[in-house]
């Protein structure tokens, strides 16, 4: 399977995730208008105390792509969501949010944020089901979106 849960506090593959991280926020990061990205000036010390789960698409022996998140009994935060410029268009990023989806069938409900302008992720949230909930500034001229889904019967 190409999707695996990932152990950050081995060393190659929490230097991977952030190499893959600052990569791909920094695309982010022009898209968006800022550099201001909290996971672009994360550390391997951060990534291993972020509590979060990670889990990293893989392609020929090398992670390729990587979705986190945290869950509080009843939202699922995806937290980051990363491809490395060299695999972008080949459904990396679809097939994460899919695989999490799946494995979080029974979570009530999903939220993930993005910044307003970075569309080709927006659109990706939106093509999964996810529904647009709000915008915020979080510095002049630059916003968030925010997205969320809810399982069928918790509406």
Known sequence: MPIQLLDLQRDVIVQRVLAIQQASYAIEAAL?????????HDTVESL???GEVFYGFWVDGEIAGLIACTYDGHTLDICRMAVHPDYFRRGIA???????QAVSADVPRIIVATG??????????MQHGFVQTGEQEVE???FLSFFETIAKGQE
């Not at 550099?35 to 672009?40: A, E, Q, R």
């Open 140 to 142: 002049p001229g630059v």
């Open 94 to 100: 679809s097939a994460l949010l899919t695989f999490v």
């Open 116 to 125: 307003s302008r970075n569309k080709p992720a927006k659109k990706l949230y």
């Open 48 to 50: 291993q105390k972020s």
């Open 32 to 40: 968006i208008g800022t550099f201001n990205i909290p996971t672009l």
